[in-house]
């Protein structure tokens, strides 16, 4: 059974990954941003951090899976839970310019978002980003554990995505 955590920062593409290995493994795919902000018909709705963990061990329940997301505490079962963890830690540079041009392409409607595109959200991306910064010491701790599970990938582009069988 797989089941992989890709985590990383904002603009890190762990999208992209998942996305990939989804195809590629024939394993489904969960953004987790996705079990924090529930779509409802009244809207984006967000769960409380034990309805986000029911959620994960609900879709864990069903077999092999890829999450993909940032390093939040309600999202930490993962990697227990995780047969294999990739972390996705491009240059800081290449995630500031990844973040600018995401937004530019969802302000001229070529890309698509789950949440609302704005400048506010631009700045707040750029906090998160520099925050994380400041606090990679801790995060490199909370991995400790979970060393022989890891892989570290800093380009995506350095990766051949072959197709199953061919």
Known sequence: MRKIYIVGIVASGK??????LSRQLNVPWHELDNIVYHQTDEGRIKRT????QEVIEDIDRGGGWIFEGVDRTSYRC???MADTIIVLDPPLWKRR????VRYVKQQLGIEQCGYKSDLKMLRMMYRWTNEFERNRADFEMRLTPYREKLVRIA??????WERAGG
Do not use: S, V
């Not at 999208?15 to 990939?20: D, E, L, S, V």
């Not at 310019?97 to 600018?100: A, Q």
């Not at 380009?155 to 051949?160: G, I, M, P, Q, W």
């Open 97 to 100: 310019y990844r973040i600018f």
């Open 155 to 160: 380009d995506l582009k350095e990766l051949r």
């Open 78 to 80: 993962l990697y227990e």
């Open 15 to 20: 999208t992209t990954m998942a996305r990939q």
């Open 49 to 52: 951090p034990k309805e986000q």
